[in-house]
């Protein structure tokens, strides 16, 4: 992660009016690797190839975490997101959200073909 | 399918060339440049390849060597569809110049030795390359010591397990295809744990939906080791009594005995079974490299590690990720987990290497099966770190199976395929 994102961060905590667990706010590097298992499904940094699942990269802090809690308790339909956004705690959700809202969004690089 | 196997064998050899080529630096000048700390990782598929990207993405002042002996990758997820022309092998292959664009260094070779005292490993064809920290993805091998009957080449070329995407996936979908209408296709299927565990059930759905499109008079008969599906029971017998009512015989507890490829039958303990297509999984193991390392240590199969950092609880210095590992509780062998260990490798190799914390690891697993060419469903969980058990666990509330199958997990289904790939080799 590049040094300059850690304020970026920050920030946009502040700007939702949670507090990150103070362990995930010490460490930049926390939120960076929570965010990583998201990028199996959502791609590298949140940039999705083709957009499906949809990209994560930029999107709004708030509303992220706002959506994976609505996933949480069912009130947002869906196949497999219910499932995976239970397993995250309320910190580890804003940490998750921080990390994407600190992202560029870009095309997602792709893999050569022989 | 669009490509014979000869055309898939030429166009191997070709790229090995081109990549032979490519490749300027010589792992002897390797070490001579040696500035800053190196990460050596042995093996770039999902578990390796990731944590190679990862290190270099998130650290690139440390140097990162990765030693893979295949061209190219070549995907076991989405191989079962291959098996019913669903999809090609083309669209499975894919190339690491990704990674080299993002400065991973990339040798073609193969590593035949470790040397945890030197911090060396030895390759089949260059200078020995020395680390910091290693990192070992090597997969698995196949237990052949009770099975006689398979041991020869020959055997493995009539009775092949596919079940490493690549020439046995292109070799059994051609038996499939040669197979007369009115024939036997017969999987075994080896006691857990094994390398993706609904895989097996997947691949008799692929079967199924081939022989309804093509051979409509043909039979599946399933003889699985474990005395019930592994994995997505329900939802795998949905589609068995459903879609493909009377076309698969479910056999469980069925231990294999040895196979005779000559009469094409499979012995069971107390019963054989003849077919016109074998297909046999046998049992695995971590990958040798690993075992003549020391760092195999359960059941003489598989490495244990400290899930905090993937470190090997044999070896200081050493990593090893994938379906090599003893697995955590309730954890698969999967694509998803190989790829998600490959980060939380990465995440802790950085940290150690620069004296800094590890932070304690969250890793997710997805793995979804296809039906048939059009439909798909799911299995998911969010493993945690467990500070009493120092391993990580199942959250619980947390993970599930699809409902049903539906074309829209399909949908999800390439999605995922497309960005793991890409996350795992771009």
């Known amino acids: ?114 | 399918m669009g490509l014979t196997r000869r055309e898939f064998l030429k166009l191997l050899s070709a790229s090995a060339g081109a990549s032979a080529l490519a490749a300027c630096e010589t792992p002897g000048s390797m070490d001579a440049a040696r500035a800053g700390p190196r990460v050596v990782v042995i093996g770039g598929g999902y578990g390796g390849a990731t944590a190679a990207k990862y290190v270099k993405m998130w650290a690139p002042d440390i140097d990162v060597v990765l030693v893979e002996r295949d061209a190219h990758f070549i995907s076991c997820p989405l191989s079962n569809l291959v098996l019913a022309g669903n999809t090609t092998m083309q669209e499975i292959t894919m190339g690491r110049e990704g990674l080299g664009a993002r400065g991973v260094r990339i040798v073609r070779d193969e590593a035949t030795a470790i040397d945890p005292a030197k911090r060396e490993v030895r390759l089949a064809r260059g200078a020995a390359l020395t680390y910091d920290r290693l990192v070992v993805s090597p997969g698995v091998d196949f237990i052949y010591d009770k099975l006689p009957g398979l041991r020869s080449t020959e055997a493995q070329q009539r009775v092949p397990h596919a079940w490493k995407a690549g020439a046995e996936t292109i070799l059994l979908r051609k038996q499939l295809e040669a197979m007369r209408d009115g024939g036997v296709y017969v999987l075994h299927i080896p006691i857990a744990p094994y390398r993706c565990p609904p895989g097996p059930y997947e691949r008799v759905c692929q079967v199924a939906d081939y022989f309804k499109r093509a051979k409509p008079k043909s039979k599946i008969i399933v003889l699985d080791s474990n005395p019930n599906i592994t994995s997505k029971e329900k939802l795998f017998r949905t589609e068995w009594e459903g879609p493909y009512k009377g076309l698969i015989d479910y056999r469980p507890n069925s231990e294999l005995d040895d196979v005779d490829s000559k009469t094409m039958t499979i012995k069971l303990t107390f019963d054989s079974v003849k077919g016109d297509v074998l297909n046999v999984v046998p049992p695995h193991r971590a990958a040798d490299i690993v075992r003549n390392a020391g760092l195999i240590t359960a059941n003489e199969r598989w490495c244990g590690i400290d899930w905090m950092t993937t470190e090997s609880v044999a070896v200081k210095g050493i990593h090893v990720l994938g379906d090599s590992t003893l697995s955590g509780p309730a954890m698969p062998k999967s694509a998803s987990m190989a790829n998600q260990h490959g980060k939380i490798c990465a995440a802790a190799v950085i940290a150690l290497i620069k004296g800094q914390p590890v932070a304690p690891p969250v890793i997710m697993n997805t793995c979804y099966s296809f039906v048939s060419g059009k439909a798909a469903m799911h299995v998911a969980s969010v493993h945690q770190w467990d500070a009493a058990q120092k391993t990580v666990t199942p959250v619980k509330g947390a993970g599930g199976v699809s409902d049903k199958s539906s074309e829209i997990e399909a949908t999800y289904a390439w999605g995922w395929a497309r960005n793991i790939w890409a996350d795992t080799l771009a």
């Open chain 1, 1 to 114: 992660m590049k040094p300059s994102l850690f304020p970026a961060i920050a920030l946009s905590v502040v700007s939702f009016g949670v507090a990150i667990a103070p362990a995930l706010a010490q460490d930049p590097s926390a939120g960076r690797s929570l965010a990583a298992t998201c990028f199996t499904c959502h791609g590298t940094d949140g940039n999705s190839v083709q957009g499906v699942p949809p990209s994560l990269a930029g999107r709004n802090p708030a509303e992220l975490f706002q959506m994976m809690k609505e996933f949480q308790t069912g009130k947002r339909p869906a196949t497999i997101m219910h499932q995976q956004a239970r397993g995250y705690n309320d910190s580890q959700l804003q940490a998750i959200g921080a990390y994407f809202a600190s992202v560029k969004p870009a095309s997602a690089r792709q893999p050569s073909k022989p």
